[in-house]
């Protein structure tokens, strides 16, 4: 808990109740309830406005409705599209219930001893940047950072009911509910005012038992080697299990262990391992590879690309250590990809993100020097130099036998694909054309669907999604790709990418791309020509938060949910039109 914090008083007797709120006496409870019932009835939305920006309140020293300025908190321009009214409630009468993963608390302590909590705005070579409780910034030295670690609790004020009466309360909620994005005139025919939903839905049928659920799944990978077997990464435990389906019912399936990595990988609310790749020979050298995170320096999170063997009967990982090919460099917790996927080219392709913090203030995504913000390629088979993998011959930023490349280039790494990328979680191909098609989760407006290409720039962080966002990073004469997609708020806050459905040729999802939304759990198929959409409809709703999807090797595909169930997702009843 937080200093300062009402509840401070009894952190002895902390009851989780099942809304999830946070109780430390009945006496709260009481209160709580009270806002909580004055909320739903309802308030009035301008007094609200009124309430926000009141010194009591002091919403505002934290938050702006949109905008380039920066504050702790998240922008809530568009908070009525996010939460419905259940969660807003929740999220200001409880902020460390539900926190916002790029908002989090980040605690200093000094070398003299001084502890600093606060919500971190900016990182370089120099000096580390927070916001504290007031909303204001305050600069450390890194030369005087002894401890830097991730706090658990929100920064945002606890207690609200202390300088808000209930009918304010109310007044605020009703607000906060009214902050939507604005339909407008849609200007760009790849951001749809309305995604429509076909007739009959997709169905998702779980892929096992109750009893075998998984613990926080994050990649479903069918098995090179075996029509019936699937893995499954957990990202929590750190551990990669074999699915093995029987004939007929969930009965006769097997779950077995391939690989422990928790003593290699660190865990934290979203790391751990994420992917997992097999060698395109894997079937004779039982090779293969993950992305997981070591926590760098002692404190951050940093993404591992690293290389494994399975044993010679494929049933386990053949033990030891794994062979580190790459780590991607982060200076904060925040943004670092996640994917990890040979390509038809047998090249392995990496997601890196853009390494935080919130907006990409040192412009990771266009800074061609650093590995973040971008989509790497690199050749297992080989070695180059001192590095324990090749550079494909046609990377866009190779340097030839030891050559250089004219200024600007001259720095640039010779692992990037393509860049601008802000958090490229999900991608894949289309088995049919070859399009790379990213899942990249935006900033604070759009999400978005990209098909990407060797050596382009996709933007971020001069645009988001279709939009300018900043021109701190503009180049001159530089190209930048928009998406083919890209969604707002009332859609979702957090782009899955799926695949592109090849599998039946009768199939009216023939040749549609597959994706969800983690928080709004909605699935989607999509169609593009020359990278402008075509078609895109919502198809379903994901029972768990869809953070992955899987395919078969017959191309059809499942979707991951996060609170541990994999589910097969059957379009046979459903019409795309
Ligand atoms: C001291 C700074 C501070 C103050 C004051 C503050 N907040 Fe926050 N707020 C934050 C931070 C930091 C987060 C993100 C962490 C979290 O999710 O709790 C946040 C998160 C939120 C969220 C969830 C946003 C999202 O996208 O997940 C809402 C809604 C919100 N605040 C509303 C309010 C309202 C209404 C007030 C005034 C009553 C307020 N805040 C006062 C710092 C603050």
Redesign the pocket.
């Known amino acids: 808990m937080k200093p300062g914090c009402a509840f401070l008083i009894c952190l002895a007797v902390l009851i989780i109740a099942s809304n999830g709120l946070l109780f430390s006496q009945e006496a709260d409870k009481e209160i709580l309830a009270r806002y909580k019932a004055a909320a739903v009835k309802g308030g009035d939305v301008k007094r609200g406005e009124a309430?926000?920006k009141s010194k009591e309140?002091?919403?505002a020293?934290?938050?702006i409705l949109a905008g380039m300025e920066k504050?702790?908190?998240?922008k809530?321009g568009t908070?009525g599209d996010?939460?419905t009214q259940e969660q807003?409630i929740e999220?200001?009468l409880d902020?460390?219930a539900?926190?916002?993963p790029d908002?989090?608390?980040t605690t200093v302590v000094t070398t003299a001893g001084k502890t600093i909590s606060g919500?971190l705005h900016a990182r370089d070579k120099k000096e580390i940047q927070v916001?504290?409780?007031?909303?204001k910034v305050i600069r450390i030295s890194l030369s005087d950072v002894e401890i830097e670690k991730p706090g658990t609790t929100?920064?945002?004020?606890a207690g609200?009911f202390k300088t808000?009466k209930a009918d304010q309360f109310a007044d605020?909620i009703a607000y906060?509910g009214s902050l939507r994005q604005k339909a407008g005139t849609t200007r760009w025919p790849g951001m749809p005012d309305e995604i429509a939903m076909v007739k009959k839905p997709a169905r998702l049928e779980p892929l096992h038992s109750e009893a075998m659920k998984f613990d926080h799944p994050v990649c479903l990978i069918a098995s090179p080697t075996s029509a019936r077997e699937y893995f499954i990464v957990e990202q929590k435990t750190r551990k990669i299990f074999r699915l093995t389906k029987g004939e007929g019912d969930f009965s006769t399936d097997k779950k077995e262990l391939f690989l422990d990595l928790s003593d290699e990988a660190s865990t934290g609310q979203f790391e751990g391992v994420l992917c997992l790749a097999f060698h395109p020979d894997y079937k004779k050298n039982r090779r293969y590879y993950v992305n997981f995170h070591v926590r760098n320096q002692g404190s951050h999170f940093s993404p591992i690309i690293a290389e494994r063997r399975a044993t010679a009967d494929f049933k386990k990982d053949a033990g030891g250590k794994s062979k580190r090919l790459l780590q991607i460099p982060q200076d904060t917790d925040l943004h670092w990809g996640g994917m990890l996927a040979f390509g038809p080219d047998g090249y392995l392709y990496i997601g890196a993100g853009d390494a935080g913090p919130q907006e990409d203030p040192e412009g990771h995504g266009q800074d061609l020097s650093v590995l973040t913000g971008k989509i790497l390629r690199i050749d297992v088979d080989k070695t180059q130099g001192d590095r324990a993998y090749g550079i494909p011959p046609d990377n866009p930023f190779r340097k030839f036998d030891g050559g250089k490349l004219p200024s600007p280039l001259a720095n640039a790494r010779e692992e990037i694909y393509a860049y601008g990328l802000r958090m490229p979680w999900r991608f894949s191909w289309d088995t049919e054309t070859g399009d790379l098609w990213v899942g990249d989760i935006g900033q604070n407006l759009f999400e978005n669907v990209r098909i990407v290409r060797n050596g382009e720039n996709h933007g971020w962080n001069v645009f988001e999604g279709f939009e300018n966002f900043s021109d701190r990073f503009r180049r001159e004469g530089e190209t930048y790709i928009p998406p083919v997609l890209s969604y707002r708020r009332k859609e979702g806050v957090s782009v899955t990418a799926g695949y592109v459905y090849r599998a039946k040729k009768d199939s009216s999802y023939y040749g549609a791309f597959l994706f969800a939304d983690f928080e709004s759990k909605r699935i989607w198929a999509m169609t593009q020509k020359d990278r402008k959409l075509g078609k895109v409809r919502q198809i379903g709703r994901c029972p768990e938060k869809p953070c992955s999807f899987g395919i078969d090797n017959d191309g059809e595909l499942f979707v991951i949910g996060y609170e541990g169930t994999i589910f097969r997702l059957v379009l046979d009843d459903s019409v795309f039109e």
């Open positions: 309430v926000f309140a002091a919403c020293n934290c938050h504050k702790a908190g998240p809530l908070i996010k939460f807003l999220s200001v902020p460390s539900r926190l916002h908002h989090t608390t919500v916001f504290d409780g007031e909303g929100s920064l945002m004020p609200i808000v605020l906060l």
